[in-house]
C-alpha cells in the first residue's frame, strides 16, 4: 500500500503556471507508475498526466501538451507541472499509483489514491 500527499493547489489565473506535487511512501514507491486525474463538479474523474516507474511520462493528446508529469524518486516524488491555465482545469486534482510500471490512463486501474488538491482558475 501506498500513502500519497498532494500540494501546490490554489487560485491562479488563466494563462498562468501550476506545479502540483505528492509525496508517497511505502516500500514499492519506485517501482509504481503514478499518475495524475482531475475532477470537477458533476463530472467523471479523468486522466490528466502520468509517469512510468521508469520516469518515463505519457500523456493524452486532449491536453495539448499543457500537463507533463515527472517523479523525483530520491524524494518520492511526482510533479504535474501545469501550463497555460483556463477557467475549465479548475478541479481537484489526485495523484495516483499502481504497483505496474506502465502507462495506466483509467482511475480503476490505480490502487492507490491522495486525498486530492483543489486547483481555482478564475480571474
Known amino acids: 500500500q501506498v500513502d500519497l500527499v498532494e500540494s501546490g493547489g490554489g487560485l491562479v489565473q488563466p494563462g498562468d503556471s501550476l506545479r502540483l506535487s505528492c509525496v508517497g511512501s511505502?516500500?514499492?514507491?519506485?517501482?509504481?507508475?503514478m499518475a495524475w486525474f482531475r475532477q470537477a463538479p458533476g463530472k467523471e474523474r479523468e486522466f490528466v498526466g502520468g509517469?512510468?516507474?521508469?520516469?518515463?511520462?505519457f500523456n493524452v493528446d486532449s491536453w495539448e501538451g499543457r500537463f507533463v508529469a515527472s517523479r523525483d524518486n530520491a524524494k518520492k516524488t511526482v510533479y504535474l507541472q501545469m501550463n497555460n491555465l483556463k477557467p475549465e482545469d479548475t478541479a481537484v486534482y489526485y495523484c495516483?499509483?499502481?504497483?505496474?510500471?506502465?502507462?495506466?490512463?483509467?482511475?480503476?486501474?490505480?490502487?492507490?489514491w491522495g486525498q486530492g488538491t483543489q486547483v481555482t482558475v478564475s480571474s
Open positions: 495516483a499509483a499502481v504497483l505496474s510500471g506502465g502507462a495506466h490512463i483509467w482511475p480503476h486501474e490505480y490502487e492507490d
Open positions: 509517469v512510468k516507474s521508469d520516469g518515463e511520462p
Open positions: 511505502g516500500r514499492f514507491i519506485h517501482a509504481s507508475a
